[in-house]
């Protein structure tokens, strides 16, 4: 399966945590969608995008995801996404990935825009200490 990551899942190490591996740097393909906006949601300190007709979030597709990757990505994103198929651009063409959106009624965003690079510089290692201890405490991410 294909996905279009658009927040902490950019950064190889809250991938490698939550995918159990270390994908190559060549496994993220740089694509954007279009008629979204990026946001820092609240009470978190992780993105939300919501549609926007002028906007454009930048990304990473990531390609052959198994549906192991698939459920351990679904538990890493939680109940306020579900999975759809939306249009990403990829070297300016367009092309159908699947897409964690966000759910409306669970999420909301602030009126800060988030930045990846200042999310790792802010807010990433409380970010990843409380995702190990999550990860740990899980049967299903055990790291033993």
């Known amino acids: 399966m294909r996905f279009f990551f658009y927040g902490t899942l950019l950064d190889r190490d809250v991938a490698a945590l939550v995918l159990g591996r270390r994908l190559p740097p060549r496994a993220f393909v740089p694509a954007t969608l279009p008629g979204h906006s990026r946001w820092?949601?609240?009470?978190?300190?992780?993105p939300i995008s919501v549609p926007d007709p002028r906007g454009e979030v930048s990304g990473a597709i990531i390609?052959?995801?198994?549906?192991?990757?698939?459920?351990?990505?679904?538990?890493?994103?939680?109940?306020?996404?579900?999975?759809?198929?939306?249009?990403?651009?990829?070297?300016?063409t367009l092309s159908t990935v699947s897409v964690f959106e966000p759910l409306v009624s669970k999420l909301k965003p602030t009126d800060r825009p988030w930045s990846l690079a200042l999310w790792q510089r802010q807010d990433k290692r409380p970010f990843v200490r409380r995702l190990v201890r999550a990860l740990n405490g899980r049967r299903g991410y055990s790291r033993q």
């Open 40 to 46: 820092r949601v609240q009470g978190g300190s992780y």
């Open 63 to 92: 390609c052959g995801l198994s549906t192991g990757d698939v459920a351990r990505l679904a538990a890493y994103e939680g109940p306020g996404y579900r999975i759809v198929s939306l249009k990403v651009k990829v070297a300016g």
